[in-house]
Structure formats: structure tokens, C-alpha cells
């Protein structure tokens, strides 16, 4: 009986809050890590005055970012823009420069099925995606700074339910209990599991990607590259993607400065990403990665392609908890195989 009563509240909650899936997984992912912050709060200060720092510090962390991109990036992110619209436009392929340095390249596209413009065509779609990025990324940040309602209500759910998962943290554990039949310290097991994951996944591919956006805007900028700080949050927005993360900016970067500028500062541009930025990216990720998820790069790197491909880009976080939910079930599982078989042996 006690077991049909939890389905049916973990059922309620789920028709309640089914509208914003992303916004609610994000809310308990975000709330997984930062209980032992909520416990100090609550424990530290008053129940009620804990709770508000610890809302208060969450939203904190969700609206520093926006304030960045609103007052910093966005007016060079509109002006780059403008830059990706007349470069798709412009016929800027077929200057004479570029016809001697690229007529073996362009010949060589040609012949690939489904390259007939050559390398007129390829710079034109990595515009288009940059572009389409571009505008996503502008429409939510202006969005929300404009008076969007729906932007407000879906901040404000998210630190609300980040309070309401670490204040009924106990509880929602009791229910798992009781609906799984699993014993208490094995869903404390798994609760570990998913917090050293998601930490993992904060630290190795969103803080990652922050450092590579920063090392690519500031190699931008030595470089004399308009709009420094636009192409280098495109950079942090396209670096967790493995394999090819930065480059998808920062090689057509450097094939314009081959055009327009010296061929010097092309060469310690390309160096600076290829060696710097590429370097954080081969080894600060899978490092954090592995501390959080007991499981090879390759796997892991697998996650987060399948989960990017599935849940797009939430799928970051799926893709490696799924990973981590595995390899626990895997270790749960040996561990009561071998209680079952020094029981027997007992016996």
C-alpha cells in the first residue's frame, strides 16, 4: 500500500512539472550537487534564512551569465552577426588571393559528392551555423532582458525547484525506497554516483568549454579579430562537442586572417588554438570527466555524442548520468551476486 501512495505523489509531481522536463531535470541535477552547500546554509543559519541564501546564491549563479552576454558580448555579438550575413552574401571566395591559395582545396571539394559549390559552399554553411547559433543565443538573452514572461517564469521555476529538491531531499530518497524496494544505503550509493557525475560533467565540459571560450576570444583579440568576444562565446557554445568543438570557429577564423591579414598573425593564431586551447580541451576534460564517472574516455565521449544527438543539448548531462547509472547498476549488481554467494557458502 505505502509503495501505490509514493507512486501516486512522485505521479502527481511528474503531471505537474511534465511542461518544463529540460528546466526540471536541470533544476535537480543543479540541486544533487549543491546539497551539501544547502546543508551548510540550513545548518549554518536559520531553516528560513538558509533557505533564501541558498535560493538567492542559485539564481545568482543563473543570472550572472545572462548579465555577461547581455552587456558584454551582445552588442559585439550583433555587430558579427551583421559580419555573417555579408560574408554569406558577399562573394569574398573569389578575390584573386584567395582563388591562389585555395584553387587546389576548392578543386579538391568539388570533387566530394555533395560539395559542387566547393569552398564557397562549406564557408557559407559553417556561416549559416554559426549565424543560426548566433541568433539563438541572442533571441534568449535579449528575450529575457526585454520582458519576455516565459523567460521569467522558467528562471524562477528553476531556483524554485532547485530549493524544493535539496529542502525535500529526505523525502524524495524515502519515496525512491519505497517505489523501488531498494534498500536505503544502496539509493544513497546511487544519489553519490550521480552527484560525482554531474560535478564531473559542470567542471569538465561547461567550465572547460568556458576556459577554451576565453583562451579563443583572448588569441582573438591579439590577433586584431573583430568582435573578439562574439567568436569566442561562440567558441564556448560549440566546445563541448567532441572531436571538433573549437575549430568549428576558430579554423574559419583563421582562413579570413589568411585573407584580410598577415599571414604571421594567422600562424600564431592557429598555433595559440591548436596547441593552448586544444590542450585544455585533450586534457582538463577527460581528467575531470574520469574523476567524476568511473569509466573510460571513450565511453564517455560516446555518451555525450549519443546523448547531444538524442536530447540535444541537454544531452550533455543525460549522456554521462546515463553512463554513471550503468556502471553503479553494474556495481550493485556484483555486490549482491557475492552477498548471495558467501551467503550460500555459509550455508
Known amino acids: 500500500m505505502s509503495r501505490i501512495l509514493a507512486l501516486c505523489a512522485m505521479t502527481a509531481w511528474i503531471l505537474l512539472l511534465i511542461p518544463y522536463p529540460i528546466t526540471t531535470f536541470m533544476a535537480a541535477c543543479i540541486a544533487c550537487v549543491t546539497y551539501p552547500f544547502y546543508q551548510k546554509c540550513t545548518s549554518w543559519l536559520s531553516p528560513r534564512i538558509g533557505m533564501m541564501a541558498y535560493a538567492s546564491s542559485i539564481g545568482f549563479a543563473v543570472m550572472l551569465p545572462i548579465v555577461v552576454i547581455v552587456s558584454l558580448v551582445t552588442p559585439q555579438a550583433l555587430a558579427g552577426l551583421r559580419t ?92 525512491t525506497c ?12 546511487y544519489v553519490t554516483a550521480f552527484r560525482k557525475a554531474i560535478f564531473g560533467v559542470l567542471i569538465g565540459v561547461v567550465f ?31 566546445a563541448p562537442i567532441p ?22 598573425a594567422t600562424i600564431g593564431l592557429a598555433l595559440w588554438c591548436a596547441i593552448v586551447v586544444s590542450g585544455v580541451d585533450n586534457f582538463l576534460r577527460p581528467f575531470f570527466l574520469k574523476t567524476g564517472i568511473d569509466a573510460s574516455v571513450l565511453v564517455l565521449v560516446l555518451a555525450i555524442i ?13 549522456g554521462p548520468l546515463l553512463v554513471a547509472f ?22
Request: glycine share 10%; aromatic share 12%.
Open 84 to 175: 555573417l550575413d555579408a560574408l554569406r552574401t558577399s562573394e569574398w571566395m573569389h578575390g584573386v588571393r584567395a582563388q591562389t591559395l585555395y584553387h587546389n582545396v576548392d578543386t579538391a571539394l568539388k570533387k566530394i559528392p555533395g560539395f559542387d559549390g566547393g569552398l564557397e559552399q562549406l564557408a557559407g554553411n559553417i556561416t549559416d551555423l554559426i549565424g543560426s547559433l548566433t541568433r539563438q543565443i541572442l533571441a534568449g538573452g535579449v528575450g529575457f532582458f526585454g520582458g519576455a514572461f516565459q523567460a521569467v517564469v522558467v528562471v524562477c521555476l528553476f531556483v524554485l525547484l532547485c530549493l524544493l529538491f535539496a529542502n525535500y531531499a529526505s523525502t524524495f530518497k524515502k519515496f
Open 178 to 189: 519505497r517505489i523501488t524496494s531498494l534498500p536505503e544505503d544502496v539509493v544513497s550509493r
Open 208 to 238: 572547460v568549454a568556458m576556459i577554451q571560450g576565453f583562451l579563443c576570444g583572448l588569441g582573438f583579440s591579439v590577433a586584431g579579430v573583430p568582435q573578439a568576444a562574439f567568436w569566442g562565446l561562440l567558441a564556448a557554445c560549440v
Open 243 to 264: 572531436f571538433i568543438g573549437t575549430t568549428l570557429v576558430w579554423i574559419p577564423i583563421c582562413i579570413w586572417l589568411w585573407i584580410k591579414s598577415t599571414l604571421l
Open 306 to 318: 549519443c546523448g547531444l544527438a538524442a536530447f540535444g543539448p541537454v544531452g550533455i548531462f543525460v
Open 326 to 347: 550503468a556502471v553503479q547498476s553494474a556495481r550493485e549488481s556484483d555486490t549482491f551476486t557475492k552477498a548471495n554467494q558467501n551467503s550460500e557458502k555459509k550455508e
